[in-house]
């Protein structure tokens, strides 16, 4: 048996750019990538609904405070293919009067992984935020998603705390049905 060879691909050959919610082929890859991150364990397994395949774009659309980027990888004599994405969105520090970005998703497809397409995709977020005036990025992971957590170590990203004697903040959540 012949081992199977995967091509890598060039960071030069990895376009990363702003996502145009009206744009069919940007709300299909959208979609796409957001739904495999959700069928994902650390996307929590599950499948998006199909009301929010079909709602998403343009719900995001309708919100300035949101923008995404995708990661489109080039292969020669092929279409691009979508192979990340980072949803952000601008929210507000009152300790700073300024705003700040919040990266909501950031998804990378598996066969994808390794080649530093998030760092790039982050790079673009933060000059995004730069330009809206934001303060910082903000962002939660899962404890047990270590490959992220080292990504976002590595980029800057560090454990929030206003001071040290009075703990780490906590992301907690309360659903409203």
């Known amino acids: 048996m012949q081992p199977v060879q995967v091509e890598t691909i060039t960071p030069a050959q990895i376009e990363v750019r702003r996502v145009d919610y009206a744009d069919p082929g940007d709300a299909q890859a959208l979609v796409q990538l957001l739904d495999g991150y959700a069928r994902d364990a650390a996307g929590g397994g599950q499948p998006l609904a199909a009301h929010v395949l079909h709602g998403l774009p343009a719900a ?3 919100r300035p405070q949101a923008f ?4 489109w990888a080039q292969q020669e004599g ?3 293919v979508p192979v990340g994405l980072v ?10 009067c300024q705003p700040l970005v919040n990266v909501h998703d950031v998804v990378v ?3 994808w992984r390794g080649q530093r397409i998030a760092q790039r995709m982050l ?7 730069r330009e809206r005036g934001a303060c910082k990025l903000t962002l939660e992971v899962l404890s047990g ?6 990504l976002y170590l590595r980029e800057g990203f560090a454990p929030y ?5 009075m703990g780490q903040a906590q992301f907690l959540q309360k659903k409203l049905a």
């Open 145 to 150: 998603n270590t490959s992220a957590m080292a």
């Open 123 to 129: 790079a673009l977020v933060e000059s995004i935020a």
């Open 60 to 62: 995001l659309r309708q």
């Open 78 to 80: 092929a279409p691009p």
């Open 109 to 111: 497809a598996p066969g």
């Open 68 to 71: 995404s980027v995708l990661a």
């Open 87 to 96: 949803n952000c969105f601008e929210g507000f520090s009152t300790f700073a």
């Open 161 to 165: 705390a206003l001071d040290p004697a």
